[in-house]
C-alpha cells in the first residue's frame, strides 16, 4: 500500500500554484483589462503565502518520500523570495501599462516562478533540485522576452533560454555522476555517506563540481556571468528588477544547502571552486561596471560583483558565514528593488530612458528620489552606516575566522574600487546640470522607493537584531549533524 505523504510542510507552494491557476482562468475569462486586478491579486496571494510559511517556522518537517524539506533555512529564504516577489510585482503595474505590455499572463507567470523558486530552497534531493529549478527556468525564459515587438527583448530571452538549457545539462550530467558513484540523489543519504571515514569516491567530486557548475550559471557567478549584462538590458525593465533579486535569492540558498548540507563534509574539494568564483566575481563586477553607461548593464555588473560578496561568506564553509550570506540577501533585496525603482521611474516625455546621464540634476526636480537613489548607492557600495556596509561586514568578518585573509582583502579593496561607479549615479544626480526632466514616479514605485530607502537607513536598525537571529536559526539547521 503506497503512503500518502504529508502536505502540510508544502501548504504555501500548493497554495501558490493554485493561486495562479486561478489567476490564469481570471485573466482567460475578463480578458485583457483585467492585468492591473490580476497583478494585485498576485501580490495578496504572495503576501497569503508568506503568512503560511511563517506559521510553519520552527519546525522541521521532511516530506514526498524525502525529498521536500522545510525547515528554518527555507522560510527564511521563502520569505525574501516572496517578499521580493510582491515589490517587483507591485513595481510592474504602472509599467505594463505605460509600455502597453499589460497582459495578464505576466503576474501569473512570475507566481508559477516563484513556486519554482520556493520548491528550490526546500528541495532535499537532487531530483527534487532540478525540477524546482526548471519549474523556475521555464517561466524566466517567458518572461525575458515578453516584448515580442522588441528585438533586444526577444534576444535576451533566446540568450538566456540557450545558456540556461546548457547550464541545466551541466547540472545534471554532474547529478547523474554523483547518482552513479554513491547510489543515492537524496540529501540526507549523501551526508551520511560522507561523514564515514571513508573517501568520497573521485567520480562524486567530479559531479559535484559539475553541479556547483550548473548552480553558479543561475546565480551569475564568473566565469557563468556572460548572459548577465545582455539579458538585463534587454529585457523589460521591470522583468530585470525581477531578475535581480528574487531568482538570485532563490539559487544562492540553493547553492548553499547543497554545497553546505550533502556535501558539508567535502569542504577542501568546493572550498577552491567558491574561492575562486567568489574572488572573479568580485574583480569583473568592480571593473567592468566602471565603463558602462548603460544603469540596467551598470547594475548587471554590480549584482555579479555582489553574489562575489555573498560566495565569501560561502567559502568560509561555516555557520557564521552561512548567517553572514543570508543576513547580505535579506539587505541586498532591499537595495536593488530600491534602486530598480528609481530606474523604473526614468521616465523622459512619455519615453523610457537608462543612460546614467539621463539622472542628470535629478536633486532639483525630484529631491527626496535623488536622496533615496543615494542611499541605495551608498548602501551598495558598502559606505557605513548603510545597511549594506553590515552586509559585507559580516561575510569579510566570517571569511576571517575561517582564515581566508586574501578572500576578505580582496573584498574590501574591489569593494572600495566600486565605490567610483556608485558615486559617479550621486555626483550626476547631485552636482550636474539638470538636462531633462523626469515625470513623477508613480505612487506605488514613489511607496517602495520610500520604503526601501528607509529600510537601507534607519529602519535596518530597529529591525536588525530580528534578522540577525533569524539569520542565525536559519543557518543554524543546516549544521545540526
Known amino acids: 500500500m503506497v503512503a ?30 483585467s492585468t492591473r486586478l490580476v497583478s494585485w491579486l498576485a501580490v495578496g496571494a504572495a503576501l497569503v503565502a508568506g503568512v503560511l510559511v511563517l506559521a510553519a517556522s520552527g519546525d522541521r518537517a521532511v516530506t514526498f518520500a524525502g525529498m521536500f524539506i522545510a525547515d528554518d533555512f527555507a522560510v527564511f529564504a521563502k520569505v525574501l523570495i516572496l517578499t521580493a516577489t510582491a515589490l517587483t510585482v507591485v513595481l510592474s503595474v504602472n509599467y505594463l501599462e505605460r509600455e502597453q505590455m499589460d497582459r495578464f499572463e505576466y503576474p ?8 519554482g523558486m520556493m520548491l528550490m530552497v526546500s528541495a532535499n534531493d537532487l531530483i527534487s533540485l532540478y525540477v524546482g529549478l526548471e519549474l523556475q527556468s521555464l517561466s524566466l525564459y517567458v518572461i525575458a522576452a515578453f516584448r515580442r515587438d522588441y528585438a533586444k527583448s526577444s534576444e535576451a530571452g533566446l540568450k538566456y533560454f540557450l545558456l540556461g538549457s546548457l547550464s541545466s545539462c551541466i547540472l545534471l550530467y554532474g547529478a547523474s555522476l554523483i547518482y552513479g558513484f554513491s547510489g543515492t540523489t537524496n540529501f540526507e543519504r549523501l551526508a551520511v555517506m560522507f561523514s564515514s571515514d571513508v573517501p568520497a569516491a573521485t567520480g562524486v567530486v567530479v ?25 538585463y538590458e534587454g529585457a ?43 574572488v572573479a566575481s568580485m574583480l569583473l563586477g568592480s571593473l567592468a561596471a566602471i565603463q558602462q553607461r548603460n544603469i540596467k548593464r551598470m547594475m548587471a555588473y554590480s549584482s555579479i560583483g555582489h553574489i562575489g560578496y555573498a560566495l565569501v561568506g560561502l567559502a568560509a564553509g561555516t555557520e557564521e558565514g552561512v548567517r553572514g550570506v543570508l543576513i547580505y540577501l535579506a539587505i541586498y ?84 574600487i566600486s565605490l567610483f561607479y556608485y558615486l559617479r549615479i550621486v555626483k550626476v544626480m547631485w552636482f550636474d546640470d539638470l538636462m531633462e526632466t523626469i515625470e513623477r514616479p508613480a505612487r506605488a514605485s514613489a511607496l517602495v522607493i520610500g520604503g526601501t530607502a528607509l529600510f537601507v537607513f534607519p529602519v535596518f536598525y530597529v529591525f536588525s537584531e530580528g534578522i540577525l537571529n533569524g539569520a542565525a536559526a536559519a543557518a543554524s539547521t543546516l549544521f545540526l549533524r
Open 4 to 33: 500518502i505523504p504529508d502536505f502540510l510542510p508544502a501548504l504555501p507552494e500548493m497554495f501558490l500554484a493554485c493561486a495562479a491557476m486561478a489567476l490564469l482562468m481570471l485573466g482567460v475569462f475578463r480578458g485583457a483589462d
Open 108 to 115: 501569473v507567470l512570475m507566481l508559477l516562478a516563484t513556486v
Open 207 to 231: 559531479g559535484l563540481v559539475f553541479v556547483a557548475a550548473g548552480l553558479a550559471f543561475k546565480i551569475s557567478a564568473v566565469p557563468f556571468h556572460m548572459w548577465t549584462p545582455d539579458v
Open 236 to 278: 523589460p525593465t521591470s522583468v530585470t528588477a525581477f531578475f535581480a533579486v528574487a531568482p538570485k535569492v532563490a539559487a544562492l540558498a540553493l547553492f548553499v544547502r547543497v554545497l553546505v548540507d550533502p556535501f558539508g563534509e567535502l569542504l577542501a574539494q568546493w572550498q577552491q571552486v567558491v574561492w575562486f568564483s567568489a
Open 333 to 416: 533585496l532591499a537595495m536593488n528593488v530600491g534602486t530598480f525603482a528609481v530606474i523604473l521611474s526614468m521616465r523622459v516625455n512619455g519615453r523610457m530612458v537608462e543612460n546614467i546621464d539621463d539622472l542628470s540634476g535629478l536633486s532639483r526636480s525630484h529631491p527626496m528620489m535623488a536622496l533615496a537613489m543615494a542611499f541605495f548607492m551608498f548602501s551598495l557600495g558598502g559606505v557605513p552606516p548603510m545597511a549594506g556596509f553590515f552586509g559585507k561586514l559580516y561575510v569579510f568578518m566570517a571569511a576571517i575566522e575561517a582564515q581566508l585573509y586574501v578572500l576578505a582583502v580582496i573584498g574590501v579593496l574591489t569593494s572600495v
